[in-house]
């Protein structure tokens, strides 16, 4: 059955402070791996992963895929209390519906 | 551009008492769509997808229903709300390998 497994669940530091959440994921045709920001309503992109090991950047967010482990890390750097959010990872494999697999998310907290 | 509506924004409903939610995209044809339900602070459960008019699969049993009566209309529905059916539900379209969500609707059923 295709999964995919965020940690941590949750978490909460300090203004400034660096953070990475994990994805790890099994499923049969992996096609890409997506990582979502959801605030107070729906989730908003923040990237797409195809290949491993090229890592996609923007402002203080990266992230990484590793195909052969498998999984994908989300880095933020210098967090801002505006980061805090629910950050959800997603796996769409290959499959004829769209039908992409999420994981339960990572609740991150920033504290001032 | 594309753009997904979904209204109520947030609704609090009796228990046993009739729900339609309802979504529409725009600037788009023929999308693939999908239902969401997520818990307080977790992740997404896919409830519905659809391909086309008419074409509804559901993904886990329940008290849910959907429809999808036009090409960018998609209708989730209940005869009678259990307290379980509260949490935020979204609606979902897709473009290649994205998926992109509507604002949600916040249901609450007392």
């Known amino acids: 059955e295709d999964k995919v497994v965020q940690s941590p669940l949750s978490l909460v530091v300090h203004e400034g402070d660096t953070v990475t959440l994990n994805c790890s994921y099994e499923v049969t045709n992996f096609r890409s791996l997506l990582w979502y920001k959801q605030e107070k309503k729906a989730p908003t992109f923040l990237f797409m992963l195809t290949s491993s090991g090229i890592e996609k950047k923007s402002g203080r967010l990266s992230s990484i895929l590793d195909k052969k482990e498998p999984f994908s890390i989300l880095n933020i750097t210098a967090t801002q209390t505006g980061d805090s959010a629910i950050y959800l990872c997603?796996?769409?494999?290959?499959?004829?519906?769209?039908?992409?697999?999420f994981g339960k998310g990572t609740r991150l907290h920033i504290l001032p | 551009s594309q753009t997904i509506h979904q209204w109520p924004a947030t609704l609090v409903q009796p228990v046993g008492s009739p729900l339609s939610l309802e979504c529409t995209v725009e600037g788009t044809s023929n999308p693939n769509l999908y239902w969401y339900r997520q818990a307080a602070g977790r992740g997404l459960q896919l409830l519905f997808y659809?391909?086309?008019?008419?074409?509804i699969s559901s993904e886990v049993p329940q008290n849910l229903s959907a429809s999808r009566p036009q090409d960018r209309q998609f209708i989730l529905s209940s005869k009678k709300l259990l307290l379980s059916d509260s949490g935020f539900y979204l609606c979902a379209w897709s473009r290649r390998n994205e998926q992109f969500f509507g604002p949600g609707t916040r249901l609450t059923v007392l």
């Open positions: 659809s391909v086309g008019i008419g074409q």
């Open positions: 997603a796996v769409n494999p290959m499959n004829r519906d769209d039908k992409i697999i």
